[in-house]
Nanobody, 127 residues
Framework: QVQLVESGGGLVQPGGSLRLSCAAS????????MGWFRQAPGKEREIVAAVAWSGRSTYYAGSVKGRFTTSRDVAKNTVYLQMNSLKPEDTALYYC????????????????????WGQGTQVTVSS
């Protein structure tokens, strides 16, 4: 049974930082890309960042580029999202997800390209 468990969310002031973690089990995740998505109230889910199975390719949404960094620790089956210079508009429920295709030659950008999802961790940026 594949499981993804996110952690690290919370309440932070504007300009602050958080690091989200996503611990995976039930699959050899070294062969799969991983993505981070978020969904704010009343808005559609959007991709935030993603890392290819090799770890050599990453993607960042324009709204977070330069502020967020994703990385993966294959030995720990864990992917991270370091979020710096947080803004109120970053407030959302953040999800990690696993690419449905092993060894995808590019980073998956659509939610339909991911088949397992975590339960989400809430990030609230407010003073």
């Amino acid at each position: 049974q594949v499981q993804l468990v996110e952690s690290g969310g919370g309440l932070v002031q504007p300009g602050g930082s958080l690091r989200l973690s996503c611990a995976a089990s039930g699959r050899t995740f070294s062969s799969y890309g991983m993505g981070w998505f978020r969904q704010a109230p009343g808005k559609e889910r959007e991709i935030v960042a993603a890392v290819a199975w090799s770890g050599r390719s990453t993607y960042y949404a324009g709204s977070v580029k330069g502020r967020f960094t994703t990385s993966r620790d294959v030995a720990k089956n864990t992917v991270y999202l370091q979020m710096n210079s947080l803004k109120p508009e970053d407030t959302a429920l953040y999800y990690c997800a696993v690419d449905r295709s092993p060894f995808r030659p590019r980073v998956g950008l659509q939610s339909s390209e991911y088949d397992y999802w975590g339960q989400g961790t809430q990030v609230t940026v407010s003073s």
